[in-house]
């Protein structure tokens, strides 16, 4: 089990596209911060939203003469990481993410997290009310990306949790059905790619996942997700993906390098080590130039120095965390 970003993100909208279409503008004004830049577009198609959590923080840290902190968080910074969808007017959120990233001639990158039942009510539960909810919110999504390119990664924890027993059996075929209309919705996007999310190579039972995620679609969608928001290394975690592509027709997959750069944490209680571990690192930066064409991307799906939960000092899941975020940049390879 392992912990989420709380689905919530920043206000979007006009914001977001006059700043993406002003950001390359003239930079000479003395003191003020440098702005964020994007991404190589060959290299890493995904934008860089230059009003995320981690920018703000990098102004911040200018402004007080903290230099060395600045450059520290500008490592996370300049890397696309993820927007995860929040519950309210999805379509206007979406569609001030994929028109500032299409201003800036990039990819949005989203995460979908509403599913009902979510992470059986731990850190980051909730969820839309009821399978009619979630279709409606769904809907939101995809006329919000109209036919601007976005990656979507899907419901992360959805099906393991099917699998792992977390989720009340009662609630299992609603589910699959959800998940699978989702897939069909958005692939009607023609510039939409879809992955659903797998679990992770901590878990490790490709035997046991990939029936329920074919109920979930995958076939109809590009691919799957491994190690979302976890910590497992990125060798382990394409084994794991490898493993199980071969079970599901030999689909690709895209694996989550955001905090993965010292591998998973072993010490401490087992049940929370997926939540604020200390010592852990940047894995490596988005792209897709993996090397293997079984590898989609590697991901910023989680975004670092947000936090997992309550817990070992952190705020609530999803709230930005400083101090952890320097220690992530401080030992990553990012």
């Known amino acids: ?40 577009k060959d290299k890493d198609p995904y934008w860089v939203n230059p ?26 910074a300049e890397q696309p990481t993820a927007d995860w969808v929040g519950p309210e007017n999805p379509e206007d959120q979406v569609r001030g993410i994929t028109e500032a990233a299409e201003a800036a001639d990039r990819d949005a990158l989203l995460v979908l997290y509403n599913i009902p039942h979510r992470d059986c009510g731990q850190y980051s539960g909730g969820g839309a009310a009821d399978g009619n909810a979630y279709r409606a919110w769904i809907d939101g999504v995809v006329k919000g990306i109209g036919d601007r390119r976005a990656t979507v990664v899907l419901e992360p924890d959805a099906v393991l949790h099917l699998v792992d027993g977390c989720t009340p059996q009662q609630f299992h075929e609603e589910r699959y059905h959800l998940l699978w209309g989702a897939v069909e919705k958005l692939k009607s996007s023609k510039n939409t790619k879809v992955y659903v999310d797998a679990g992770n190579a901590g878990w490790g039972k490709p035997d046991q996942i990939f029936e329920p995620l074919k109920r ?38 895209v694996v989550d390098t955001s905090r993965n750069g010292n591998g998973p944490y072993t010490e401490g209680e087992p049940a929370e080590r997926w939540c604020n571990p200390p010592g852990r690192a940047l894995g490596e930066v988005p792209t897709t130039q993996t090397g293997d064409p079984l590898v989609h991307a590697f991901l910023w799906v989680k975004r670092p120095g947000e936090s ?27």
């Not at 989420?4 to 930079?27: E, M, N, P, Q």
């Open 1 to 40: 089990m392992y912990g989420k970003v709380r689905a919530s993100i920043a206000a979007v909208g006009a914001t977001l596209l006059l700043v993406a279409c002003s950001s390359s503008g003239d930079d000479s004004g003395g003191d003020k911060p440098k702005p964020v830049q994007q991404q190589p």
């Open 216 to 253: 979930a679609g995958v076939q109809k969608a590009d691919g799957f997700s491994v190690n979302v928001s976890n910590f497992y290394s990125t060798a382990d975690s394409i084994r794991y993906g490898k493993e199980l592509s071969a079970k599901v027709d030999g689909k690709p997959f």
């Open 51 to 76: 009003q995320g959590k981690a920018a703000d923080q990098v102004a911040s840290y200018e402004q007080d003469g903290k230099d060395d902190e600045a450059g520290l968080i500008r490592r996370i």
């Open 308 to 334: 997992d939960g309550e817990c070992k000092g952190g705020p609530k899941a999803g709230d930005w965390w400083p101090e952890y975020a320097l220690e992530l940049a401080k030992a990553g390879k990012g």
